[in-house]
């Protein structure tokens, strides 16, 4: 059976650009008659179940209807994730969409380009029913037993066949009685055809810009949690489109959020978007970046929430964050940004806050680390004095002769006069007491190194073994991560077979450093093998102090390249 607002769809508007498969002409007047039973959890007004259609004219004023409820949502104990967007899409809906729950309509967009999906994730909310992410070319698999299950009355395709070719037009026809597509020009365009099509009223709509897909995601989101429509504008827009304004007046619009600064939603659109709702308001949920604008905008949907899950991603994710929108949207349940590896201060106090049961990672450790999910605040990895400051070809000191404050020789036997920054001496000298105990000896063989020393060292190997050697072994002067104070190469102590760095991975002691250093704050910084990345070959000796939390999230997660535990490009050359 179909719901009211499924009927106005069908017939009473003209966003709906063309019909595939068993036509919809069917829909609307067998409607009233239709043997089915309500769905649970559908609106299920026996007035409006019989009412027909008002009009089958495509002009016609919408059939006022409420949102339809959906089902208690169920998110995951951990993660909500999957081995390609399809899958996580396909996560998020089962969450949303638990036990044996169907959905009168699912929307389809596209996973090779969502941003003319945004509008459907509000769409979909108030006609009680998922976005799910496909292929542009063919129904996938996952996805395609997903729809199996969820049984809907309608798929509604989100764009034209450029978008979602035949291939998935054929096989929604084989898995819901009716299937139509919405489309627009551009991501604009395609927000207008979809609000128009799925909300007959609405006192509030969000705007956003197309440029800012990680503003575009969490507006989804957050008017999918208030189910108010969600309208996108080019990203050069100086001024409210025409067919914005008339949409908004038509649906009775008269509170507007607009989402980002005034660099990504124009303050020329802002003021035609008070012209248009008169008395009404027109506020900005903007921040300094996309973390503080996510927490604003969800502070804006939701003043108070009722106490459950938080939603959070890497704020460069926005694909990922896409396929969790519907569920959130869905479920009310905010979608906040975070570092892959922290949470920013932006962000932080929103999800500290008692109204968050448990955090839910969206993606997998690749895109979001579990230390970002136990809400670590986020360190600077630019700034000089910070020890999670990244150091490579690509990353200099800054000022490059900067020499660290607070020096001392780590206490252990071993040290040779060698100095660290006062956290990464105290945590050797536990670490040298451990490895002591467990497999022999251990001491220094350098530490910190000034910029001074570094440029000595650095033409002394230039002028024994030419550029490529050394530039294999040592960095150059403003770019070694000894200058931090934060590094240390190790040696082996009293071992018969072995007294130089360079053989430590041969003895026990280099055998313990490489599996446990992590519990002292200290990583393995040059792994065998990822040259490219880091940019020095292999060096068993090298370990670079970053803090106990991080070492461990670095250890846990199986990292093997800071660079790409801080999600960012690898360094191989200057
Ligand atoms: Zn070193």
Redesign the pocket.
């Known amino acids: 059976m179909a719901t009211p607002a499924l009927r106005h769809l069908a017939l009473g508007s003209a966003a709906v650009v063309a019909v595939v498969g068993v036509g919809l002409a069917v829909a609307g007047p067998l409607t009233p008659s239709d043997p089915g039973t309500p769905r649970a959890g559908a609106s299920t007004s026996p007035s409006s179940a019989v009412t027909p259609t008002p009009s089958e004219s495509p002009s016609a004023a919408p059939s006022p209807a409420g949102p339809v409820d959906v089902p208690t949502a169920r998110p995951p104990k951990g993660r909500l994730d999957g081995d390609d967007l399809y899958e996580t899409s396909v996560a998020a809906s089962r969450a949303a969409f638990p036990g044996r729950a169907d959905a009168p309509v699912v929307y389809l967009v596209s996973g090779d380009s969502w941003s003319k999906g945004y509008a459907a994730v509000p769409a979909a909310a108030v006609l009680g029913g998922p976005v799910l992410l496909t292929r542009p070319d063919g129904i996938p698999r996952v996805t395609a037993a997903e729809l199996e299950r969820l049984d809907p009355e309608r798929i509604v395709l989100v764009g034209g066949s450029k978008v979602l070719g035949s291939g998935v037009a054929r096989k929604a026809a084989d898995l819901a009685p009716a299937v139509e597509r919405v489309d627009g020009a551009g991501a604009a365009g395609a927000s207008l055809a979809l609000s128009r099509s799925a909300f007959p009223a609405a006192t509030a709509a969000w705007v956003v810009s197309a440029d800012h897909p990680e503003h575009a995601v969490v507006a989804a989101t957050a008017a999918a949690t208030t189910r108010t429509p969600l309208l996108v504008v080019d990203g050069d827009a100086t001024r409210l489109p025409a067919a914005h304004a008339d949409l908004l007046r038509d649906l009775g619009v008269t509170a507007v959020t607009v989402v980002g600064p005034a660099s990504a939603v124009s303050r020329g659109v802002a003021r035609d978007l008070e012209d248009v709702v008169g008395e009404g308001r027109v506020v900005r949920a903007s921040g300094e970046d996309r973390y503080a604008v996510a927490a604003r905008v969800n502070a804006l949907a939701q003043p108070s929430p009722a106490e459950g899950v938080a939603y959070l991603t890497s704020g460069h994710a926005t694909g990922t964050a896409f396929a969790a929108a519907s569920l959130a949207g869905l479920s009310k349940r905010p979608l906040y940004y975070a570092l892959p590896y922290c949470v920013p201060a932006s962000a932080r106090p929103a999800l500290v806050r008692k109204a968050v049961e448990r955090v839910v990672l969206v993606g997998g450790e690749g895109t979001v680390r579990r230390l970002a999910g136990r809400l670590e605040p986020c360190r600077s990895i630019t700034d000089m004095d910070s020890d999670w400051v990244l150091v490579n070809r690509r990353n200099p000191l800054s000022p490059m002769k900067f020499a660290p404050s607070d020096l001392m020789v780590p206490p252990m036997s071993d040290a040779a006069g060698q100095q660290l920054r006062a956290d990464a001496a105290k945590a050797l000298g536990r670490m040298a007491s451990a490895v002591a105990a467990d497999a022999g000896r251990i001491g220094i063989d350098?530490a910190y190194r000034s910029y001074a020393t570094q440029d000595a060292l650095y033409d002394k190997w230039l002028a024994r073994r030419g550029r490529t050697w050394t530039d294999t072994w040592y960095a150059r002067p403003g770019f070694s991560?000894?200058q931090t104070g934060l590094?240390v190469?190790l040696l082996p102590v009293g071992e018969s077979n072995c007294s130089i760095n360079d053989c430590i991975d041969e003895t026990p002691q280099g055998v313990w450093l490489a599996r446990n250093a992590w519990r002292y704050g200290y990583i393995l910084r040059y792994e065998n093998g990822y040259r490219s990345t880091v940019g020095l070959g292999f060096?068993p000796?090298?370990f670079r102090y970053v803090g106990t939390e991080l070492a461990k999230a670095y250890h846990d997660g199986g990292w093997h390249t800071y660079e790409a535990f801080l999600g960012q490009p690898g360094a191989p050359s200057y």
């Open positions: 350098t991560e000894h590094t190469d060096e000796w090298h």
